[in-house]
């Protein structure tokens, strides 16, 4: 099992730009896909993007495609999210999320293919 922390919320103003970090516990960081999940204040629990283990593949949402860059070391078992551009709309807590995977190719978008999560970092856009 992989545990998850992260880091680098806060407020910005819209425009602005943050990186959020997710450091992972365990040995095997590398052997999971990791991902990140954001849920708004009454709204449903969203993806937002995901990296395979190797790094080599990306997936990100439509709503941030363009905007949001995942990458990862797993050396340092970290992942980053770096946010640009940043909207109102992007005000929410953002998870980070694990999941085993046997490929190092592999990207997961549902959130039924992760078994470790962070707590969250709030992440608060003002305009």
């Known amino acids: 099992q992989v545990q998850l922390v992260e880091s680098g919320g806060g407020l910005v103003q819209a425009g602005g730009s943050l990186r959020l970090s997710c450091a992972a516990s365990?040995?095997?960081?590398?052997?999971?896909?990791v991902g990140w999940f954001r849920q708004a204040l009454g709204k449903e629990r969203e993806f937002v993007a995901a990296i395979s283990r190797s790094g080599g593949s990306t997936d990100y949402s439509e709503s941030v495609k363009g905007r949001f860059t995942i990458s990862r070391d797993n050396a340092r078992n970290t992942v980053y999210l770096q946010i640009n551009s940043l909207k109102p709309e992007d005000t929410a807590v953002y998870y980070c999320v694990a999941g085993y995977s046997t490929s190092t190719m592999v990207v997961f978008r549902t959130d039924n293919n992760y078994n470790a999560w962070g707590q969250g970092t709030q992440v608060t856009v003002s305009s």
């Open positions: 365990g040995r095997t960081f590398s052997s999971f896909v």
